[in-house]
């Protein structure tokens, strides 16, 4: 009982040191007076702010279609690869799944650097203008980071498959298309849409990756958000920091619900 209460309180502890911060910039985006130490009064003026200035407006939209464009582009090409993965044999699978692993585990500031020093090369060494900095390359950077994560919330929707089905619906006359279609999607849709989520999360909590592969006119607001960080800290920073905490709580939330949802359905 009393190593419990330990583990118990340990945890608790880990849990307010890791959330104290967030939930005190949360609430100084409704103080009334940019200090951040004393609070005077609830007040939405840094809302306001935030929703009046044209800077931070652009980033948020640029931030909002690259995650978009990107969870869109990764669901398609994730879901190809887990498929064609499925169906090799296991040696060139485990090959394969290797190579998956090395974006999510290689650290940020190595695929930046990279991607970045790529770029640049193919645009002034191979004279390709596709590749100048911008949201094209900034497009590209996210869907390289956000595919491996689509493929493997896919893969495993694959391996809980009955091959059969598909098997029968080939012996029945469905083309590879039709029973693609009819038969190996819809058993995989909710990988896909988690996949999906998660890409779209993963682009907008990007900050590194985004700092070394985006334009002078295609900034996200991790970007914008450090740079603000090198001078004094504006009120409208909290307030933009809550919303998107927020919004990437939901998506968790959306997540979870999904695989919570999805494995009771495995039970019954």
Same mark, same amino acid.
């Given at each position: ?42 007040? *939405?003026?840094?809302? %306001?702010?935030? +929703?009046?200035?044209?800077? /931070? ?5 640029? #931030?909002?279609? $690259? ?60 004279? *390709?203008?596709?590749? %100048?900095?911008? +949201?094209?390359?900034?497009? /590209? ?5 956000? #595919?491996?994560? $689509? ?118």
């Amino acid at each position: 009982m009393k190593k419990h209460t330990l583990s118990r309180t340990y945890m608790i502890l880990v849990f307010i040191f890791m959330y104290a911060p967030i939930v005190l910039l949360m609430i100084f985006s409704f103080n009334s007076t940019k200090s951040r130490s004393v609070w005077t009064g609830f007040s *939405l003026k840094w809302y %306001a702010k935030l +929703f009046n200035d044209s800077e /931070i407006i652009n980033a948020l939209q640029v #931030t909002l279609e $690259v995650a978009v464009s990107a969870a869109l582009i990764s669901m398609i090409l994730g879901t190809a690869a887990a498929l064609g993965i499925f169906s090799l044999r296991p040696r060139s699978r485990k090959g394969l799944l290797w190579l998956n692993n090395i974006p999510m585990m290689n650290p940020d500031i190595i695929m930046g650097v990279t991607l970045m020093l790529m770029f640049i090369f193919l645009y002034r060494i191979c004279h *390709l203008p596709f590749f %100048a900095l911008g +949201f094209q390359t900034l497009l /590209i950077a996210h869907v390289t980071f956000d #595919t491996p994560y $689509v493929l493997l919330s896919v893969l495993p929707k694959l391996r809980q498959m009955d091959i059969r089905q598909y098997e029968a619906a080939r012996d029945l006359g469905a083309s590879n298309f039709q029973a693609l279609r009819k038969v190996v999607m819809p058993q995989i849709k909710s990988g896909i849409v988690t996949g999906g989520i998660l890409a779209f999360t993963m682009s907008i909590d990007d900050v590194v990756v985004s700092y070394f592969t985006s334009g002078p006119f295609s900034e996200t607001l991790g970007v914008l958000i450090f740079g603000m960080t090198k001078k004094r800290i504006s009120p409208e920073i909290n307030a933009l920091c809550t919303l998107m905490f927020i919004a990437v709580l939901v998506l968790l939330l959306i997540i979870n619900f999904r695989e919570f949802k999805a494995s009771k359905e495995r039970e019954e």
